[in-house]
């Protein structure tokens, strides 16, 4: 059963600062993995999607990477502004079952 | 291009009463997954639907169930209500399997 996991739960950080969200995952059968986020009382926003052969993928000051056989995901994120505030979600999809399954999370503040 | 739409936006039944819960996906995308996010269990997977037929199902009671119509918009319905059905109900469609998959802003759900 495939359990993804999230490290840290909380994140408080002034404006400007680099930082790196983590994700762990315990298959590595999987086809790609989702980065997502999710403003308060609203659905889920993709920020990127990495396929299982690539290594990384980057939009804008997003920079994602993906260690399959490892089962590790960052995110990176550049130069935080405080629109970055929001929950950020990882999910790899599972191979054979076309579902994502999501870590609990990671509560970003951006402080001005 | 509209992203995926999901009505209504606020749900509130009580105990025992049944309700159907509607999505129409990004024009052109043809599978359409649902998922239950509450505060305890996170997001969890329901069921994926793709060409009408229903490809994979999450571990729900039987009182889940959802179908897809020709024009790929989906429909999810829930029967004798349960205090714990609270929740928010979230859609997402994409292309293809393995193409980033895009949610909706959900419906949430309150039992009384």
């Known amino acids: 059963k495939q359990e993804v996991t999230q490290i840290p739960a909380a994140l408080s950080v002034p404006e400007g600062e680099n930082l790196v969200l983590n994700c762990s995952f315990t298959?590595?059968?999987?086809?790609?993995l989702q980065w997502f986020r999710q403003d308060p009382g609203k659905g889920l926003t993709s920020l990127l999607l990495?396929?299982?052969?690539?290594r990384e993928q980057t939009s804008g000051r997003l920079n994602a990477s993906l260690d399959k056989s490892s089962g590790r995901s960052t995110l990176y994120i550049a130069a935080s502004q405080p629109g970055d505030s929001a929950t950020y979600l990882c999910?790899?999809?599972?191979?054979?079952?076309?579902?994502?399954?999501f870590g609990q999370g990671t509560r970003l503040t951006i402080n001005p | 291009k509209a992203g995926v739409t999901q009505t209504p936006r606020y749900l509130i039944k009580t105990r025992g009463q049944q309700v159907t819960l509607s999505c129409s996906p990004i024009?052109?995308?043809?599978?359409v997954s649902w998922y239950q996010q509450t505060p305890g269990q996170g997001l969890q997977f329901l069921f994926e639907?793709?060409?009408?037929?229903?490809?994979n199902k999450g571990n729900f009671p039987g009182r889940f169930s959802g179908r897809q119509f020709s024009n790929s918009r989906s429909e999810m319905n829930v029967s004798t209500l349960e205090l714990g059905d609270s929740a928010l109900y979230l859609c997402?469609?994409?292309?293809?399997?393995?193409?980033?998959?895009?949610f909706g802003d959900g419906t949430r759900l309150s039992i009384l």
């Open positions: 024009s052109g995308h043809r599978s």
């Open positions: 997402a469609s994409s292309l293809w399997w393995d193409q980033p998959q895009h």
């Open positions: 639907y793709f060409s009408e037929t229903q490809r």
């Open positions: 990495i396929q299982s052969s690539q």
């Open positions: 298959d590595s059968a999987i086809y790609n």
């Open positions: 999910a790899p999809l599972i191979q054979g079952a076309q579902k994502l399954v």
